[in-house]
């Protein structure tokens, strides 16, 4: 939506301040802009991360995996595996954590860890390691979309000097000086909102969704590191309340009720 109103924005500004439309399009520009832009990024970057960090792009109109809700089911979900451990130890623990936990591979990995009969203190290190690593693999993208938006705009400056040495170059002939000069201004235009409404934008949101993951994930593991050292059911509700919004807690006393 963000985007579609600051097209809409853009197109309203240009529709009424002239009725020369075609003067903001032109392939040349926006070929020096995207292919400079699109050449720096492979010649710096493995092109499987280019290509990773560009399909990024359309993921962001997706709602995002993990919301405030979900943070505070987690709490819920911890605090019932605590009542299992009390009453029937880890086993249960395990069996009932399978039903739960398909598809999300750290929590599958915590969970081995409790079972496996780590202590609390075993268990924080290595989950610790594994969120850290994880986060730093899912912000290479990040990294990648930031330089293209660098490097976007710089190649609009490129294009403005290919436009003006073009327009120097005919001089004497007047009718190609408003083509080249053309070139020279679009080409700056398109590097900027190339930048500022794709490149950068993008990377700002993946890593904002991927540090609110990485604050999921360490909520599990501290979760996982008072199941392992058999914490009460309300003292990990405590442990877990001081992590969210006072108007997310958890309350096991309704939990109780239902």
């Known amino acids: 939506m963000g985007l579609l109103l600051s097209l809409a924005l853009f197109a309203w500004a240009i529709a009424t301040g002239t009725d020369n439309y075609r003067v903001f399009w032109d392939a040349s520009s926006l070929i020096i802009v995207l292919g400079g ?53 880890l086993p249960a623990l395990e069996a ?32 610790q390691n594994m969120i850290d690593t994880s986060f730093g693999r899912n912000t290479v993208l990040v990294s990648i979309l930031k330089a293209m938006g660098a490097a976007s705009p710089a190649f609009g400056m490129v294009g403005t000097l290919v436009g003006l040495v073009i327009m120097l170059d005919n001089m004497s002939d007047p009718s190609a000086l408003g083509p080249a000069l053309a070139i020279a201004l679009i080409t700056t235009l398109y590097g900027i909102l190339f930048a500022r409404w794709i490149f950068l934008p993008t990377a700002s949101k993946v890593l904002q969704r991927e540090e609110i993951v990485r604050f999921r ?23 877990m309340n001081s992590y969210l919004d006072p108007s997310l807690h958890f309350k096991i006393d309704k939990m109780m009720k239902k």
């Open 37 to 89: 832009t699109m050449a720096g990024a492979f010649i710096s970057y493995e092109a499987r991360y280019v290509i990773l960090s560009l399909k990024l792009i359309g993921r962001i109109i997706v709602a995002p995996r993990i919301g405030r809700n979900l943070l505070q089911a987690e709490v819920g979900r911890i605090i019932k595996w605590a009542y299992i451990v009390q009453k029937s130890g």
């Open 217 to 239: 994930n360490y909520l599990v593991a501290e979760s996982l590191v008072l199941l392992a050292d058999r914490k009460s059911p309300r003292f990990i509700q405590d442990k």
């Open 96 to 127: 009932e954590a399978a039903k739960a936990v398909k598809g999300d591979k750290i929590l599958r990995f915590g969970i081995d860890l409790v079972v496996s009969g780590y202590t609390g203190e075993e268990v924080r290190a290595i989950m």
